[in-house]
């Protein structure tokens, strides 16, 4: 088969497409055909040298995939051959074939094309664990997600509307901003204007957010404990911002206040099996009701994953930048 490798750490030139080994499956694994895979930010790190795969896994890029099951490993139940899926993975979607634990494959949801499903997995699998199963989002409250027009912005947007709270989002420009409110956002905030505690603050009567998501990190922790609500939730899920922040602690006391910072990737398969099934038990009755809905923002041949790069390095993107893999 063919793979986007890495010979050597750098920009999107880094990636190169070459021909490398078929994987086989081994205990509790399938083969996937890939037909689609889609690029996040832990791509882009992996890809300058700053995140490597787990130790054992295939070293190519990819969290996520769509495709069809080529075949079974030894104790894979409940799946056949020629299942169309999508998967959450540890690395590898960056391939024409991928390999899967079973606890981790989704059926491709109603009203969704196998292409676009690839868009899914890994943005309902950081969001639903973070915002629902860590932070507790609950109806009424309300939710601040940074990077608003982000791919796991514009998934947080619809999931916090379909249980009923209020979304403030930040997001850079008036054209981001108005994508984010057709999804649903309550509170648009351009950050390259505007003070988002500020604006927080008047927009809820000075209570702040419940919860906040975060993929910006240190250069935002001290203004994100200003933004909490009393008994506020922060999740930290990303580290554009940095790595080392001032924390506030008597801040964070005054408002009897939590801090999370979770990573999906490195988490074990016990508990990404369970962030699975919990994301086809809430969430796929949601996209199939067409309630919520995939964001592309476009779709790149996946042997120029550099350009698809390119794309996330810039920022010019809404939603999910896929990759389709090249067939037979």
């Given at each position: 088969?063919?793979a986007?490798?890495?010979?050597?750490?750098?920009?999107?030139?880094a990636?190169?497409?070459?021909?490398?080994p078929?994987p086989?499956?081994?205990e509790?694994e399938v083969?996937?055909e890939?037909?689609?895979s889609?690029?996040?930010?832990?791509d882009l790190?992996?890809?300058?040298g700053f995140y490597d795969p787990?130790?054992?896994?295939?070293?190519?890029?990819?969290?996520?995939c769509?495709?069809?099951?080529a075949?079974?490993g030894?104790g894979?139940?409940?799946?056949?051959v020629?299942?169309?899926v999508?998967?959450?993975?540890?690395?590898?979607?960056y391939a024409?074939?991928?390999?899967?634990p079973?606890g981790q494959l989704?059926?491709?949801p109603?009203g969704?094309?196998?292409?676009?499903?690839?868009?899914l997995p890994?943005?309902?699998?950081?969001?639903?664990?973070?915002?629902?199963m860590?932070?507790?989002l609950r109806?009424g409250?309300?939710?601040?997600v940074?990077g608003g027009a982000?791919?796991i912005?514009?998934m947080?947007?619809q999931?916090?509307k379909a249980?009923?709270a209020?979304?403030a989002?930040?997001a850079g420009?008036?054209e981001?901003l108005a994508?984010?409110a057709?999804l649903?956002?309550?509170i648009l905030?351009?950050?390259r204007?505007?003070?988002?505690?500020?604006e927080l603050?008047?927009?809820?009567?000075g209570?702040g957010?419940?919860?906040?998501?975060?993929?910006?990190?240190?250069?935002?922790l001290?203004?994100n404990?200003k933004a909490?609500?009393?008994?506020?939730?922060?999740?930290?899920?990303?580290l554009?911002?940095g790595?080392?922040?001032?924390?506030n602690?008597g801040?964070?006391?005054?408002k009897?206040?939590?801090?999370t910072?979770?990573?999906l990737?490195a988490?074990?398969?016990?508990e990404k099996?369970a962030i699975v099934?919990a994301?086809r038990?809430h969430?796929w009755?949601?996209i199939?009701?067409?309630t919520v809905?995939?964001?592309?923002?476009?779709?790149?041949?996946?042997p120029?994953?550099?350009e698809?790069h390119?794309?996330?390095?810039?920022?010019s993107?809404?939603?999910?930048?896929?990759?389709?893999?090249?067939?037979?």
């Open positions: 088969m063919h986007i490798t890495i010979p050597e750490p750098g920009g999107p030139e990636l190169v497409w070459a021909e490398v078929d086989v499956p081994g509790g083969l996937v890939v037909v689609a889609a690029v996040n930010r832990a790190l992996q890809r300058q787990p130790p054992g896994t295939l070293p190519y890029p990819g969290l996520e769509s495709g069809r099951i075949a079974l030894p894979a139940s409940g799946w056949s020629g299942d169309e999508c998967a959450l993975l540890v690395g590898g979607g024409q074939k991928v390999l899967v079973v989704l059926p491709v109603d969704v094309d196998l292409v676009t499903a690839a868009a890994e943005v309902t699998s950081t969001v639903w664990s973070n915002v629902f860590i932070a507790h109806p409250e309300t939710l601040l940074h982000s791919g912005g514009t947080a947007i999931l916090a249980v009923g209020r979304v989002v930040t420009g008036p981001k994508r984010c057709e649903g956002a309550d905030i351009d950050y204007e505007q003070d988002f505690v500020e603050l008047k927009a809820t009567d209570n957010a419940d919860v906040i998501l975060d993929i910006v990190g240190a250069k935002y001290d203004r404990v909490l609500a009393i008994n506020g939730r922060l999740a930290v899920i990303g554009q911002g790595v080392k922040g001032e924390l602690l801040a964070l006391l005054r009897r206040a939590a801090i910072a979770t990573t990737r988490r074990p398969l016990h099996t099934a994301v038990e969430v009755p949601l199939a009701a067409g809905r995939p964001v592309v923002d476009r779709t790149v041949p996946m120029e994953a550099a698809a390119r794309a996330l390095d810039s920022g993107h809404v939603g999910k930048v896929l990759l389709l893999a090249p067939q037979g």
